[in-house]
């Protein structure tokens, strides 16, 4: 099992649609969650942190955690074109692990 | 202010080499940590470093090697260089704390012939 787990997509929504982003993880002695967005061929980009169970939102952007069911998701509101990207998803016990990434496409 | 920046952008190496990356940290940022990314998976932990101290090391072999200067700053070396060891390097440093996040350089280019 890998310690961190997306689906790889890739996962394709129109513009101004929702896109839902998900991550489980194996380590239950995890305390800090991460999503980064990668464009191809830069380097990631943090876009929200979450530390504790429920909703977190910034702007388009919320991060959920559900640490009994060791599950993180981000979901995207209004998805822009400009939000085409691999959404990295990233679990810190000590250390950073990272999940493969779902490439998103947002059609216009 | 600058973020994390990383030398060289891009590196062509042959089998056996050796290789050093640098990394300068965000001003005020302790901890610096290295990552390996190949094409098409997520960034793989080699190294952490706060206040010159190692702190956490990723499964890699012994050919991979880092260190942490006085001024925050990083090296990562890389010796006897394998064609698998092609891929983005990525340095990510932060304000130390277990919670704090990790924000990354642009990455070196490291091709091997």
């Known amino acids: 099992q890998k310690e961190v787990e997306q689906n790889s997509g890739p996962l394709s929504v129109p513009e101004g649609a929702i896109a839902s982003l998900n991550c489980t993880y194996s380590?239950?002695?995890?305390?800090?969650f991460f999503w980064y967005r990668q464009y191809s061929g830069k380097s990631p980009e943090l876009i929200m942190s979450?530390?504790?169970?429920g909703d977190k939102e910034d702007g388009r952007f919320t991060a959920q955690l559900n640490k009994a069911s060791q599950y993180v998701s981000l979901l995207i509101r209004d998805s822009q074109p400009s939000d085409s990207a691999t959404y990295l998803c990233?679990?810190?016990?000590?250390?950073?692990?990272f999940g493969a990434g779902t490439r998103l496409t947002v059609k216009p | 202010d600058a973020g994390v920046t990383q030398s060289p952008t891009h590196l062509i190496k042959t089998r056996g080499q050796q290789v050093t990356l640098r990394c300068s940290p965000i001003?005020?940022?302790?901890?610096v940590s290295w990552y390996q990314q190949v094409l098409g998976q997520g960034p793989q932990f080699i190294f952490q470093?706060?206040?010159?101290?190692?702190?956490g090391r990723g499964n890699f072999p012994d050919r991979f090697s880092a260190r942490q200067f006085p001024n925050y700053s990083s090296e990562l070396n890389v010796n006897a260089l394998l064609l698998g060891d092609s891929a983005l390097y990525l340095c990510?440093?932060?304000?130390?704390?277990?919670?704090?996040?990790?924000?990354f350089g642009d990455g070196t280019r490291l091709s091997i012939l």
């Open positions: 990510a440093s932060s304000l130390g704390g277990e919670n704090q996040p990790q924000h």
């Open positions: 380590d239950r002695g995890s305390q800090s």
């Open positions: 979450i530390y504790s169970n």
């Open positions: 990233a679990v810190r016990n000590n250390d950073m692990r």
């Open positions: 001003s005020g940022h302790k901890s």
């Open positions: 470093y706060y206040e010159k101290e190692e702190r």
